[in-house]
């Protein structure tokens, strides 16, 4: 897996870390209402009213959860971003599936989940984590390459964590339930598939440019900002709320 390499002795790597850290501030002192990843009101008024088997629709809400839940997107663009085999595509994202499937049904099935807020600003932490990695920050920093199978695996745990502590706060009928968490998880991962088509389709065009490697570099700090702005946002709703 390729990297951009900096460290924390590069000027603009000073600056970005430290403007990260100041919008991360701001956004504590925010008096604004920040709302965790949530179910759709439409969708929970949906799932709250059906009874049985519902195979179709939960699949259908499922791959609407994917397409649209730009925490999972921005994660897996970058898991992927440096890779170039489909052989390796498959397997990260094989690995997040895996993660993120267990602790959704799980999840669900037993009555585990914590609060919303936590578990969607360890979210957002994981694309400033992803970002980082991307940019070779902690080869130059700590002088070790974390395991990039496991953190994935792990991250996945988390993003599937998120959607199951979600799903808990809707009564969902126990009738047809285990048929229903199946068809919504194979709804996941087909919009996961829909959603990784584009990006790699978008990445394949991109890479062909002679200026991929300088752009990468921005795209990555853009998105561990968008990560940082996440977590921001999660940190502030749980104090608001509590």
């Known amino acids: 897996m390729k990297t951009v390499h900096l460290g924390w002795t590069d000027p603009g790597m000073r600056r970005i870390v430290v403007l990260s850290a100041i919008t991360l501030s ?64 498959g397997i990260y994202v094989s690995i997040f599936a895996v993660g993120h499937s267990t602790t959704m049904l799980a999840g669900v099935w037993f009555g585990w989940g914590i609060n919303a807020y936590i578990v969607d600003a360890i979210i957002g932490l994981s694309v400033v984590y992803k970002a980082l990695d991307n940019l070779g920050a902690y080869q130059r920093w700590f002088g070790v390459q974390p395991n990039t199978k496991a953190a994935t695996l792990i991250f996945g745990f988390f993003h ?32 996961q598939l829909m959603a990784l088509g584009v990006i790699l389709i978008v990445m394949g065009y991109w890479r062909k440019s002679p200026n991929f490697f300088r752009q990468a570099y921005t795209a990555n700090v853009v998105m561990m900002s968008m990560g940082f702005i996440l977590m921001g946002l999660q940190i502030t709703g749980y104090f608001v709320a509590t």
């Open 26 to 89: 701001l956004l504590f002192l925010s008096t604004g209402h920040a709302l965790a990843h949530n179910v759709t009101p439409g969708d929970a008024g949906y799932i709250q009213e059906i009874w049985g088997v519902n195979i179709i629709p939960f699949m259908y809400l499922g791959a609407k959860h994917m397409v649209t839940g730009y925490d999972h997107i921005l994660f897996l663009l970058g898991v992927v971003f440096f890779l170039y085999k489909m052989k390796d595509v």
């Open 160 to 191: 599937g964590t998120g959607l199951a502590t979600k799903i808990l706060d809707y009564d969902i009928a126990s009738e047809g339930l285990l048929a229903n968490l199946l068809a919504f998880n194979v709804g996941v991962e087909l919009g």
